[in-house]
Each structure stands twice: as C-alpha cells, then as structure tokens.
C-alpha cells in the first residue's frame, strides 16, 4: 500500500479502494525480488451475463517498463477474467478502459492497441476525472 499514499490521501483510503479488489481477485501483479514491479486492477462491470470487464488501475514501475511485464499483466488478467465469467456460466465478451490522450499515456495505448483495443469513444476533457485533457475509451472484442 505503502506506493499508493501518494495517489490516494490516505492508508485507508488507498486499503478502502484497493480491499475489493484483492478480496475477490481481480488483481494482476508482478514481482521481482519479492518487491512489487506492477499491477493491474480490474473488476466486471454489472451481472456476468453482460460479459464486460473494465480495467481499472495499470502501472509497471518506471524501471521495470519496456521488458514485458505489462504485457505480461494484461495477458494474466484477461485470462482471470475469463475465468470468471466461465465461473458464472457466462462469457468474456468484451474488455473496455479509460486512458488519456495525453503523451504520459502514450505508451499504455501503443500497448493496448498492440493486444487488439479499438478507440469507441473520445470524453472531452473534464467530463469524467480528467480536468484538463481528452480521455479514450478503448474496447476489446473478445
Ligand atoms: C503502460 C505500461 C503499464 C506498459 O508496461 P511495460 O511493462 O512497459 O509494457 P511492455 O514492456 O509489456 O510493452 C509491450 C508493448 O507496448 C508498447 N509500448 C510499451 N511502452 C512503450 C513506449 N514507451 N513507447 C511505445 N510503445 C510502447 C510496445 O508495443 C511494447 O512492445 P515492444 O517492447 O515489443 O515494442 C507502463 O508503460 C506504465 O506503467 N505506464 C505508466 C502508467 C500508465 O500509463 N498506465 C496506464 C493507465 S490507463
């Protein structure tokens, strides 16, 4: 937790958001020397019959990028997913996300669109939680 105090404004706030997540497994992570290196966070959205998954939180540490792990992550994650919508005598149908337009996220989307994720939306800026710049919905199709 110790890395997201600085994103979130507390210990019980980042154990508030993160708790959901690491009790029902929608947790990807990467370690190296027993220190963590990355996440991703997903969670499905709505009943499984829907089969649409979001992701919520990526990151590989500055680092660790550009070795694969954040392949790697996406790749282990999407294959939890399936297994969850399996679970529940449904389907992974559809992965959809939020990301910036802005350079900072350059990388996470030549990523996402090298695993097959389709801009279907474009948020203007300070519609959603990004006060100054464009956001993209990217999609995959399953
Ligand atoms: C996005 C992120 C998780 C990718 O992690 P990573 O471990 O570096 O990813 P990988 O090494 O698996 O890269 C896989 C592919 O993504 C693309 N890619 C990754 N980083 C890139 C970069 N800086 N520039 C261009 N393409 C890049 C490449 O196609 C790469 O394949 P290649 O190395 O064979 O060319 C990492 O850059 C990161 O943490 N960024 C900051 C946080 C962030 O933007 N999170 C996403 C929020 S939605």
């Not at 009943?47 to 990526?58: M, N």
């Not at 399936?82 to 149908?93: A, E, I, P, T, W």
């Not at 300070?126 to 199709?141: A, G, H, I, S, W």
Request: net charge positive.
């Amino acid at each position: 937790m110790d890395a997201y105090e600085t994103v979130f404004s507390s210990r019980r706030e980042a154990e508030a958001f993160y708790g959901g997540f690491l009790e029902n497994g929608w947790i990807s992570a990467a370690w190296k020397d027993s220190g963590l290196v990355g996440v991703l966070t997903w969670m499905p959205r709505e009943a499984a019959k829907h089969g649409l998954a979001e992701i919520i939180d990526f990151w590989v540490k500055a680092e660790e990028r550009r070795k694969g792990v954040g392949g790697r992550l996406l790749d282990h994650a999407i294959a939890k997913m399936r297994q969850y919508y399996q679970d529940f005598n449904s389907k992974l149908r559809r992965v959809m996300l939020f990301t910036g337009a802005s350079k900072r996220y350059l990388a996470a989307r030549k990523l996402y669109e090298k695993k097959g994720f389709q801009i279907s939306a474009t948020i203007p800026p300070d519609r959603l939680d990004n006060p100054r710049y464009k956001e993209f919905l990217y999609v995959l199709q399953i």
